[in-house]
């Protein structure tokens, strides 16, 4: 079983949808979680921290649930520039990166 | 403000034949990484150093060896390149591996081992 798991997708929805990601990891010391952005397999660019209190950065929402393990990723009102792949990474010293799920959002 | 830059950004190995990858950032950081990133998956953690004249194995370090000799340079090293070494290799850094530290990545260098 791999450390952080994502369901690989794809996830095609219609602009304007609301569509959830979520990661589970399996190292409970796991201090850190992020997700990132990648197109088309250029470098990785911070989407946003997650935070145990959750977090919200415009339309995007992240969510941390230590009891279950898992983060979530909420993207409102999807846009086609959000088409991409998306990563979860856990650190715990070293940091753990999730296999990605692709987003693809059509007109 | 370069932020990370890496060299080459493309290369094509023989098998056997050694070569070293250079990651390079601005930002003064601490915590530099080595991924590579195989089609279809995520990136995977070869090695990283927590502050200069360190280094630590991650999770795929076999055939790979790396230094950090001065803190704005981390150093990829395959010293007998085999095909299955064949993959995209990003270098990132950051301050810390806190909730806050970010990791910033470099453009990738694409290597074919033949």
């Known amino acids: 079983r791999k450390e952080v798991e994502q369901d690989p997708g794809p996830f095609n929805v219609p602009e304007g949808a609301t569509v959830a990601f979520n990661c589970t990891y399996s190292?409970?010391?796991?201090?850190?979680f992020f997700w990132y952005r990648q197109d088309c397999r250029k470098e990785p660019k911070l989407l946003m921290s997650?935070?145990?209190s959750g977090n919200e950065d415009g339309r995007f929402t992240a969510q941390l649930n230590r009891a279950s393990q898992y983060i979530s990723l909420l993207i409102r009102d999807s846009k086609l520039s959000d088409s991409a792949t998306y990563l979860c990474?856990?650190?715990?010293?070293?940091?753990?990166f999730g296999d990605g799920t692709t987003l693809t959002v059509k007109p | 403000n370069a932020g990370v830059t890496q060299t080459p950004k493309f290369r094509v190995l023989k098998t056997g034949q050694s070569m070293t990858l250079l990651c390079a950032q601005d930002?003064?950081?601490?915590?530099m990484y080595w991924y590579r990133q195989d089609p279809g998956m995520g990136l995977r953690l070869i090695h990283y150093?927590?502050?200069?004249?360190?280094?630590a194995k991650g999770e795929v370090p076999d055939g790979y060896n790396v230094s950090r000799l001065k803190k704005q340079n981390f150093l990829l090293g395959l010293e007998s390149a085999a095909p299955s070494q064949t993959s995209v290799y990003f270098c990132?850094?950051?301050?810390?591996?806190?909730?806050?530290?970010?990791?910033?990545f470099g453009p990738g260098t694409r290597l074919t081992v033949l």
């Open positions: 990132a850094s950051s301050w810390g591996a806190d909730s806050t530290d970010t990791q910033y």
């Open positions: 190292n409970s010391a796991s201090q850190s």
């Open positions: 997650v935070y145990s």
């Open positions: 990474v856990a650190i715990a010293g070293k940091s753990t």
């Open positions: 930002m003064n950081h601490e915590y």
């Open positions: 150093s927590v502050g200069e004249g360190t280094t």
